[in-house]
């Protein structure tokens, strides 16, 4: 079975511009998240969907947002992109939403913003 | 709030030496608790788990037991090899309400032959 797929792996971006992430969950998986990882801040959860619906939101600024599809694959965008947005960006997914779920990571996409 | 508490790194070894990552954690009710390993540029790949007190987790000769006196999930290895260098985070999901995954700051382990 093919694992999280996130898509593009690499991305560079000026200030001011916005940027949408993708992401492709393991097939049958409901459940999609997404995270920012840092050198300084570690790994901080942006939000949660499960079946078109945003369950969770961290503690982001509205410019991050996110949606999902039907197939439940998922996006997330940044507008009016900042230097600190500079980071790995996860998502993750689980067959269904709860603690006990385990989250599947994709590679991530790697975004540098100058 | 709910939080998880890494030792510092780069934690060094030897080839074939034993290995422990001490992990703790603050949480309401009770967690579920992971440890994901990241290598070098890629994403997080599930370790092992264990959803209730006294679950042992283990997977590729890793090991890991909740213990919910202690708040405590240590990662354990009897013999490390070189490719087991890697970052390793700890992380918790609560079993209700907000139930994101929190993780640790991470511990990078370093595998010498």
């Known amino acids: 079975k093919a694992g999280v797929t996130q898509t593009p792996r690499y991305l560079i971006k000026t200030r001011g511009q916005q940027v949408t992430l993708s992401c492709s969950p393991i097939?049958?998986?409901?459940?999609v998240s997404w995270y920012q990882q840092t050198p300084g801040q570690g790994l901080q959860f942006l939000f949660e969907?499960?079946?078109?619906?945003?369950?969770n939101k961290g503690n982001f600024p509205g410019r991050f947002s996110g949606r999902q599809f039907s197939n439940s694959r998922s996006e997330m965008n940044v507008s009016t992109l900042e230097l600190g947005d500079s980071a790995l960006y996860l998502c993750a997914s689980s067959l269904r939403a709860g603690a006990e779920e385990t989250q599947y990571f994709g590679p991530g996409t790697r975004l540098l913003v100058l | 709030g709910n939080s998880v508490t890494q030792m510092e790194g780069p934690v060094t070894l030897s080839e074939e030496a034993f290995l422990t990552i001490n992990c703790t954690y603050t949480a309401t009710g009770y967690p579920s608790l992971f440890w994901y390993v990241q290598y070098p540029g890629e994403g997080l790949q599930l370790l092992l788990k264990a959803t209730k007190a006294d679950d042992k987790g283990s997977n590729k000769g890793f090991e890991a037991t909740y213990r919910k006196e202690t708040t405590s999930f240590h990662l354990e290895k009897g013999s490390v090899q070189v490719s087991d260098s890697a970052v390793y985070f700890c992380a918790l999901r609560r079993d209700t309400g907000f139930q994101k995954l929190v993780f640790g700051t991470g511990t990078r382990l370093l595998v010498s032959p």
């Open positions: 097939s049958g998986h409901r459940s």
């Open positions: 969907y499960f079946s078109e619906t945003q369950r």
